[in-house]
């Protein structure tokens, strides 16, 4: 496949961050793909990195003063925050986030990613408790809401020696990331007119609503050491509870065991088997709208031992299997209790829609979203989803998307099917 970057104009805001190096790569893989580059270094970014190593690979000044009386003659900040088709940020500190997120505008980087009308991607980078701490995350929820593209971070060790997300995403992920940003539109359309009555938030098509949300894995213990589960990551369900929460629900979000933060605003009801997913869920009832996108298993071990089952006790164990409570399926068809609209999930490894027209009618649910989670679809635990709307109205299929991006769409189409 051909690529988009030959003539594309990158503007790079490095920040300053030990991962600051990679920034320097990445100005190399995107020039020798035919990309222009032009580079804003933050005062910390050149801590870590020289503006003249910036400016030798990219063949340009490099800019770092918002009050500087040349560039701002030359290139002014607004100038040069339009004159990109995209805006990238790598490494994005917490601190740039932070900024980002408020709408701080103190120097140059800042100024500029504040006064752009393009689209913008960043690449976060820091310590393992800085990424996981609230203050961060409720910061990314704010961002990811005001239409920023993440590409990471990455699980891995890091330069401080502890272990976990916040690694740089390597420079040709970074790439891939621009390249599909690129693919789409890029520029963040303002209103051509604002009366002076608009408000300039759009309205919120879920205010009032409750949206119970359900997300991740069961787990079905086998003793009370080891259980079974699946490879659901619950990133779709919990983007899916962050997009309701924007788009003004009140959100119950009932969750297998997942390594996420729940959005802050959110009411995270952690679970761990599907009877008591079952329980958390009718115990949220009632609801306005309900979204089970829960990979609930299916079965259980009949008689999960009280005590860890010893090797060599009774020779190779065996189990056999219960069936679950189907909670869509239960909620669905409970006339009293039935939220006015009902949305299920269905992962399959192979005839994807066939399976999830006859789940539509199985359930008695009024949407079903279907998804190939086939080991070569990378859907399960990745950061991608491409589904399939089953209704009785027929079927829509949507483009691969981030999993953010699904979130958005599907919550704006179940605002417009909920009469919101
Ligand atoms: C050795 C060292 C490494 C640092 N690495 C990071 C990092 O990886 N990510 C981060 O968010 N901040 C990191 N910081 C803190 C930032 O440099 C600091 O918050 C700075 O104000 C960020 O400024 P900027 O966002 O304008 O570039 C580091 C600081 C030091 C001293």
Redesign the pocket.
Known sequence: MSSILPGKRILLVI?????AYKGLELIRRLRERGADVRAIL????E?FVTPLSVSALTGDKVYTDLFSLTDEAEMGHIEMSRDADLLVVA?A????LAKMAQGVAN?L?STTLLATDKKVLVAP???VR?WLHPATQRNIAQLKQDGVAFVGPNDGEMACGEYGPGRLSEPLEIVAAIERALAGPTFIPLPVSVRLDTPLLPALPLAGKHVLVTAGPTHEPIDPVRYIANRSSGKQGYAIAAAALAAGARVTLVSGPVALLAPPGVKLVPVETAREMLEAVEEALPADIAIFSAAVADWRVADAGAQKIKKGEAGTPSFSLVENPDILATIAHDAARRPSLVVGFAAETEHVVEHAKAKLARKGCDLIIANDVSPESGVMGGDRNRVHLVSARGVETWPDMDKDAVARALVAHIAKLAGA
């Open positions: 920040g300053g961050g030990i991962a933050t005062k910390a970014g801590a490494p500190t917490a601190d740039l120097d980087a980078a820091m310590n800085m």
